[in-house]
């Protein structure tokens, strides 16, 4: 049971001139899976606009139509999403394919735990080499049986119980892990507690409460956060206005501070407070990089990102930070690439059991490139000269959006173009990136550079 693997389509970035012009990004990734999902548990319709149409996400809205859930877009591009309530979801009659979402997989693992029947799981080549064990042992400790291949691993299949409560303390930081063990809990008597050692990224807690739902978050004297949900709330259908994705506006705010010259505007960003790394390490490095009219939509801080060419210093980034930031350090190893002197970034261990390993990957294609490195066990030191690296180097995914979008923005800068093997597998978190890069002035060219 493997989702099927597209053809590889290879996609050139050459340098480009400034970049220039306001865009928007599209939607958060997170929040779009969230409001599927919690949407499908509120008994009405929810509506939501500004979702993320990449393939991550529609695998998730084809999950919750297999459990029961109505979901469909209309003409002018709104959602709807009729759901069946807390505890009522159906058995779907085939296999759920998560393709290459592991956000959607760990999620639906914790969602079905509690449903009183079996739900098969499958998904694409880097996702069957995903473990899952860290999803696994606290949702069959509340009373779930899962069978799967070793070390959690995709292929599986969740047989649902009555589940009961658990006080569970992760042992890392993890918004995944979290969010599955709240999503296991909506459908079990009795009050579930969470402990996180250090804070990770709260949509799930912050859309489980536009939905109505109570949760309560304690920070702890140690640094810690507590959690706790009690069970068998019901959820009320709402609309949702979801924010673009920090994690793709990353690769727009990187591009624009390493091209010189460039002056672009990003509107309507999330600005979570667990999710803005990214932006405060670049201005630590001395990026042009204004926040500007900030509000709150659907429990979420919004903002409009302004960002100039200029140049960038090393810095170490405090491992501390990697939760707020863990998806965008590939394409801060992108920026690093560029400053003067050594950017340290450790803490990292996560980002060799994402969609591919991306500690390795990364530090393999920017060599090819290039760049000066040390890899680390968790991480990188990378230690640039201030001028744009050679370029020239054609470089693997590994069947990872992220690491496609980073080599990329990459090649908009260095001296000679630099390819990646598949642009395809961008459309899984930002369709059309190449389209938007080239609206504001970026330079690509389908296949392999000559």
């Not at 949900?229 to 690769?251: K, N, R, Y």
């Not at 990872?400 to 090649?411: N, T, W, Y």
């Amino acid at each position: 049971m493997t989702s099927e693997t597209s053809t590889y389509q290879p996609v050139t970035a050459c340098r480009s001139p400034a970049l220039t012009g306001t865009v928007n990004v599209p939607g958060d990734k997170s929040i779009s899976h969230r409001s599927l999902i919690l949407g499908s548990l509120a008994a009405g319709e929810t509506h939501v606009t500004g979702l993320l149409e990449g393939e991550d996400v529609l695998r998730t809205a084809a999950a919750m139509r297999a459990l029961g859930a109505d979901v469909f877009k209309d003409a002018a591009g709104v959602w709807h999403i009729f759901g069946r309530g807390v505890g009522a979801l159906s058995e779907p009659d085939g296999v759920l394919d998560m393709g290459n979402s592991g956000t959607a997989a760990r999620l639906l693992m914790g969602l079905v735990a509690s449903c009183p029947f079996t739900t098969f799981f499958c998904g694409d080549e880097s996702l069957h080499k995903r473990p899952m064990g860290r999803i696994a042992l606290p949702i069959t400790e509340m009373g779930a049986k899962i069978t799967s291949r070793s070390e959690g691993r995709f292929p599986l299949a969740v047989t649902g119980n009555q589940l009961m409560p658990i006080d569970y303390e992760l042992p890392v930081a993890s918004a995944q892990v979290k969010s599955a063990i709240m999503l296991a809990a909506l459908d079990t008597p009795g009050v579930t507690r969470i402990v996180e050692p250090r804070p990770s990224r709260d949509h799930t807690e912050n859309m489980l409460r536009h939905f109505g739902a109570e949760v309560t978050v304690t920070a702890l004297e140690n640094g810690s956060r507590e959690i706790m949900l009690c069970g068998q709330q019901e959820l009320t259908p709402t609309h949702i206005i979801v924010p673009g994705d920090p994690s793709s506006a990353a690769f727009l705010v990187v591009a624009a501070a390493i091209i010189p010259g460039s002056d672009i505007t990003i509107l309507n960003v999330g600005l979570n407070p667990l999710r803005d790394g990214l932006f405060e390490t670049l201005v630590e490095m001395g990026a042009d990089l204004d926040v500007l009219n900030v509000r709150t939509e659907a429990g979420e801080r919004v903002g409009d990102l302004h960002v100039k060419g200029g140049p960038l210093k090393g810095i170490e980034v405090p491992a501390s930070r990697a939760p707020s930031m863990i998806d965008e350090y590939p394409v801060l190893f992108v920026a690093a690439a560029f400053a003067t002197g050594k950017t340290v970034m450790k803490g990292l261990r996560e980002l060799r059991v994402k969609e591919s390993d991306r500690l390795a990957t990364m530090a393999v294609g920017l060599k090819a490139c290039g760049v000066s490195l040390e890899e680390l066990e968790d991480g990188l030191i990378i230690d640039g000269t201030g001028t744009a690296p050679s370029g020239g180097g054609t470089v693997s995914t590994e069947l990872d959006h992220r690491i496609a979008m980073s080599f990329l923005i990459l090649g908009l800068a260095t001296e000679q173009p630099v390819t990646v093997d598949d642009g395809q597998v961008m459309e899984t978190s930002f369709p059309g990136f190449v389209q938007l890069l080239e609206s504001l002035g970026g330079q690509f060219s389908q296949g392999p550079h000559a």
